[in-house]
């Protein structure tokens, strides 16, 4: 528990009225009139009459004794307020009234009735009842009479119960506060607050057994731990934070609501009317129920292990299998035999029927899909398996025949294009180019991740320190500490990105060995036949889940408006890898360069921020957003239709007016290709941006992303499908899992628990219980299934062409 000293109150105003009294020709102690508990005292006073009332009880062994001070005066001059002083044995509260508070922009609030309770004597150590006393003084400084009522009670249900609700009200001028004992069998106890109306504006407090309690707007904030509250609160609360196992639950009503999104009251001269102050009064309902125990923690993270390293266990027995089929499998003719899920064919002689001498890496021989140019000599082709043997080819190496320069723009003018044609480059630069999206996503990933890490704990450290917790949006109600972290269920259902982003390298490591030695064997199947394998891009994919895990984790240290784009700058990057990744598979050699894809996420990111900054209200950057969004896609598209050929310089304008005039005004020319290869950024989600502005900007830009990655894939099954290829039974079972998993993802991800672009009350009022394990809520659950669907994706992508590993290139269409 944190707090910050405060200057006693009352001791100014205590001197003050001992010397004003002196000079009377009395002190405030002189001659107090007798009180009674549960008596109404009327009577006035001015500078040279005052009053004191002395209450005397009998404090029992054991017990704790609260005694609630109510007060009441009809004058509302603030030149001469009324003065009360509360002396106790070991403490003194003062007020005034009227009772003065400030709001926004100088407000000032104004209370005539004012009821405090005092700080509870602390029980007896001795087996005989104790008497107590307690002295209050009445004054003021004004020259004439100024009208009062007091009354003082004793407090019967001062202690909160476990498990049982208590109900209350509460206003500005009077806050109330209970106390709490933990039970020997309970460690951790979660405080609910409830309320029927969102207003007024409230503050609920945890504050250790300490006088003064801190129970007024100015300066609730001095001590323990806070929440502001609209219509529930909700404060877990752990013994070992409480040296004395117990605390105080201090309830505030702030006189204005602006601080959790209410409107501010129109005033006149800075002072606010008497009806604004009579409406602030809150009925509220407390109870304090027992947290989970550690074995609940035990439990949760068992599960969350166990269950994704299932992942692994499915994977082993999968490959297994495999494994087995091939050893059942008998040596077919030729001497060849086929290893199921690998997408390898060893043979012990090429296939000459159906391969020429001259065929080289991505081409076969002289087909009518190459034009009839035969691309490559038997001495120019790379031995195979060499792909890191040389160190000096980089990427501008790519055309290392001069004939494929004058070839790229005769074959990609090609009407139907097969992958011969577009697969013609050297296989080790090609393979150089792709493993650079790996290096430089770790790059990316270690300076996002480091700087990332040290602000969270810098946030959890302020939270810790100063006990607010409006600072962290999470969902109080299923909020579990562990340490100095505040939800660590939040964090532990990360674990299934890293844990199945690992599996997914460990997957692509195998094919990719596998791979290798059919290379080093110089495999004809694996050197002309199917889809040319290049991992890097899958590396990439792996390593963006794994930081999608990692940075989740950071932003739910402590979720806020100021680190929103952890939890997402790796989603945008897992998109755009899935469509490179679907391209690349049809086009190798023209697919864009990692250092132009990262650009792109950059800027997209970078939008992703300005969006949430300034999108809410400005109506301009929404068209300069729509305008970019618009140019970009027809950007790319255009350079997807004419297959990297079309340059963006200046001159690009005049040519795009040329090819308008001559193919659409001149003569009516259809399309040269019948289907785009990639469906680009669809316009309507502009004009939908522009016209509805949605407040989520970050969710916003994802679901685009989303939204053009299913279009996509589902663009790229279809067209499969057309070409009378097939979907063998692994990935058709990844396509129907991924689906399945993806919808239940969906599901709980928009079961919206809390919400930054809200204040802390009104985000609170999302909040809802635990639904796994008693550990775990409908957010966890979308981390959960979020990482198996985002899994499944990822296995489609890499076995969704198993099919094409025995067909020749040059039969295998381009779309």
Not at 88 to 101: E, M, R
Not at 268 to 295: A, C, E, M, Y
Not at 317 to 326: K, M, N, P, R, W
Request: charged share 15%; aromatic share 14%.
């Amino acid at each position: 528990m944190a707090g910050r000293a405060a200057p006693a109150p009352g001791a100014l105003l205590c001197a003050l009225l001992w010397a004003t009294a002196a000079a009377a020709g009395g002190g405030p102690g002189d001659n107090p009139a007798p009180g009674a508990f549960g008596r109404v005292y009327r009577g006035a006073v001015n500078i040279s009459a005052e009053r004191v009332y002395a209450f005397a009880y009998r404090s029992e062994p054991g017990q704790v004794d609260a005694v609630r001070v109510y007060v009441n005066s009809s004058s509302e001059n603030l030149r001469y307020p009324v003065l009360f002083v509360v002396r106790q044995q070991k403490g003194v509260l003062s007020w005034q009234v009227p009772l003065i508070f400030r709001g926004l922009y100088q407000r000032t609030y104004n209370y005539q009735e004012v009821s405090r309770t005092l700080c509870p004597s602390e029980p007896a150590p001795e087996t005989r009842p104790s008497d107590q006393v307690i002295f209050v003084d009445v004054a003021s400084m004004a020259p004439f009479n100024i009208a009062y009522e007091l009354l003082v009670t004793r407090l019967e249900n001062f202690q909160l119960e476990t498990n049982k609700a208590f109900n209350f009200t509460a206003s500005p001028s009077q806050p109330q506060y209970f106390l709490y004992k933990f039970p020997q069998d309970v460690d951790s106890v979660i405080i609910n607050v409830v309320s029927d109306a969102a207003y007024p504006c409230s503050v609920v407090s945890v504050q250790d057994i300490v006088c003064p309690v801190y129970d007024l707007d100015h300066n609730v904030e001095f001590n323990g731990v806070y929440q502001s509250m609209t219509k529930q609160a909700a404060i877990t609360v752990q013994r070992k934070d409480f040296p004395g196992e117990q605390f105080f639950v201090v309830f505030v009503i702030k006189p204005e609501d602006y601080a959790c999104g209410g409107s501010v009251p129109s005033s006149i001269h800075g002072n606010v009317n008497r009806t604004w102050n009579l409406q602030r009064t809150k009925n509220l309902q407390v109870t304090i129920v027992p947290s989970i125990k550690k074995s609940v923690y035990v439990q949760a993270m068992f599960f969350s292990f166990l269950g994704f390293l299932s992942f692994y266990l499915g994977s082993v027995i999968v490959a297994f299998v495999h494994y087995i089929s091939t050893d059942v499998k008998l040596t077919v003719p030729f001497g060849s035999v086929f290893i199921a899920g690998s997408g390898i064919m060893t043979s012990s002689h090429p296939i000459s029927a159906s391969t020429p001498e001259g065929s080289s890496y991505g081409a076969i021989g002289t087909s009518s899909s190459s034009g009839g140019h035969q691309l490559a000599s038997p001495e120019r082709r790379a031995p195979p398996g060499s792909d890191t043997d040389s160190s000096v080819e980089e990427e501008s190496d790519f055309d290392t025949m001069p004939e494929i320069e004058s070839d790229k723009n005769i074959i990609r003018t090609k009407v139907f294009l097969y992958l011969s044609d577009l697969s013609r480059k050297d296989r080790r630069i090609v393979s150089k180019k792709y493993k650079i999206y790996f290096w430089n996503i770790i790059t990316i990933a270690v300076f996002y991740a480091l700087p990332v890490i040290q602000l969270v704990i810098t946030y959890q450290t302020v939270v810790n320190v100063t006990g607010n917790q409006d600072i962290c949006y999470y969902n109080f109600l299923c909020a579990h500490p562990l340490g100095v972290l505040s939800a660590f269920n939040n964090i532990l259902s990360n674990v299934g990105h890293m844990m199945l982003g690992f599996l997914f390298l460990l997957i692509v490591l195998r094919r990719d060995i596998l791979h290798r030695r059919a290379m080093e064997m110089k495999d004809i199947y694996t050197l002309d036949y199917g889809i040319p394998k290049h991992f890097g891009l899958f590396y990439a994919m792996g390593i963006a889940l794994m930081m999608e895990g990692v940075l989740s984790a950071c932003y739910h240290v402590c979720p806020n408006y100021s680190n929103f784009q952890f939890d997402t700058s790796f989603m945008y990057m897992i998109a755009g890898l899935c469509m490179l990744k679907l391209y690349q598979t049809r086009h190798p050699d023209i697919n864009a360069s990692a250092y132009s894809a990262y650009a792109s996420f950059a800027v997209v990111i970078s939008l992703a921020v300005l969006g949430v900054v300034f999108g809410k209200n400005d109506m301009w950057f929404w068209v300069v957003f729509s305008m970019i969004h618009v140019l970009a896609s027809l950007a790319l598209s255009t350079q997807i239709y004419y297959m990297g050929r079309f340059k963006i310089d200046l001159g690009m304008f005049r040519r795009a007016v040329m090819v308008l005039y001559t193919d659409c005004i001149q003569q009516c020319s259809r399309p040269m290709y019948m289907l785009s290869d990639v469906p680009s950024s669809l316009s309507l989600s502009a004009i939908f941006g522009l016209v509805y502005r949605p407040r989520d900007f970050a969710s916003y830009i994802l679901g685009i992303f989303i939204c053009n990655l299913l279009l996509y894939l589902a663009f790229y099954i279809i067209m499969k499908l057309r070409s009378s290829e097939k979907l063998l039974p692994i990935p058709m079972f990844c396509i129907v899992a991924t689906a399945v998993v993806w919808a239940a993802a969906l599901y709980f991800f928009f079961q919206t628990l809390s919400s930054w672009e809200e204040t802390p009350a009104e985000s609170r009022e999302k909040n809802r219980p635990c639904i796994l394990l008693g550990f775990f809520d409908d957010h966890d659950v979308w981390h959960f299934l979020s990482a198996a669907a985002l899994f499944f994706s990822f296995l489609v992508l890499l076995t969704l062409d198993d099919d094409l590993d025995t067909v020749r290139r040059d039969k295998i269409p381009v779309f």
